[in-house]
């Protein structure tokens, strides 16, 4: 019948070391000057150098992603080449509901889980989500708690889920 889906809460906790950690430990390889991650190789291992792939999975895996470049809705730094706007939640849930809905392989899910992890990364320890967060000191911005965050979180997690259980040849 296929491997097992595995439990919601035990996939997202038993990546954290291996995905967050590392990240948070790779974002040492950025250029200062750039802002933009150092050169490495591209997704086919074929080009050494910046490539847009690379810049946006740092972006979207250890980041939130804002509404669009350069929003004023309590934008917080005028610096667009490093901060494009505030990390919102839900923008960055919706990049997620992406690659989950494109992800033809359990691989293609990692993408999603890391956007996931970003936004419980960033929830307040009471569980509160705000509309937005300070892009330097990670504090709510706007709204808090926003319903509509906390209601596509819940709606990406189930979508996550089903995905997981469908890839895994499990449709029930």
Same mark, same amino acid.
Request: hydrophobic content about 40%.
């Given at each position: 019948m296929g491997r097992q889906p595995i439990q919601l809460a035990e996939c997202v906790k038993r990546h954290y070391r291996g995905l967050v950690i590392r990240a948070a430990e790779w974002i040492c390889y950025v250029?200062?000057?750039t802002g933009l991650p150092r050169? &490495?190789?591209?997704?086919? #291992?074929?080009? +050494? /150098? %910046?490539?847009?792939?690379?810049? =946006?999975?740092?972006? =979207? /895996?250890?980041?939130?992603?804002?509404? +669009? #470049? !350069?929003?004023? +809705?309590?934008?917080? &730094? %005028?610096?667009? $080449?490093? %901060?494009?706007? !505030?990390?919102? @939640?839900?923008?960055?849930?919706?990049? $997620?509901?992406? @690659?989950?809905?494109?992800?033809?392989? #359990?691989?293609?899910?990692?993408?999603?889980?890391?956007?996931? #992890?970003? %936004? =419980?990364?960033h929830t307040l320890e009471s569980g509160v989500m705000a509309e937005q967060v300070h892009p330097y000191t990670n504090e709510p911005l706007s709204v808090s708690p926003l319903t509509w965050s906390h209601a596509t979180y819940v709606d990406t997690l189930l979508k996550y889920h089903k995905k997981d259980m469908e890839l895994a040849g499990d449709n029930h």
């Open positions: 250029d200062e000057d050169p &490495s190789w591209d997704l086919w #291992e074929e080009r +050494y /150098g %910046v490539h847009s792939w690379t810049v =946006a999975t740092v972006w =979207a /895996g250890v980041g939130g992603m804002a509404r +669009y #470049e !350069n929003d004023s +809705y309590h934008q917080i &730094s %005028v610096d667009t $080449a490093r %901060v494009p706007g !505030n990390p919102w @939640f839900i923008r960055t849930l919706w990049l $997620a509901q992406w @690659f989950i809905t494109t992800a033809t392989s #359990e691989k293609d899910l990692q993408a999603a889980l890391e956007c996931i #992890e970003w %936004v =419980a990364d």
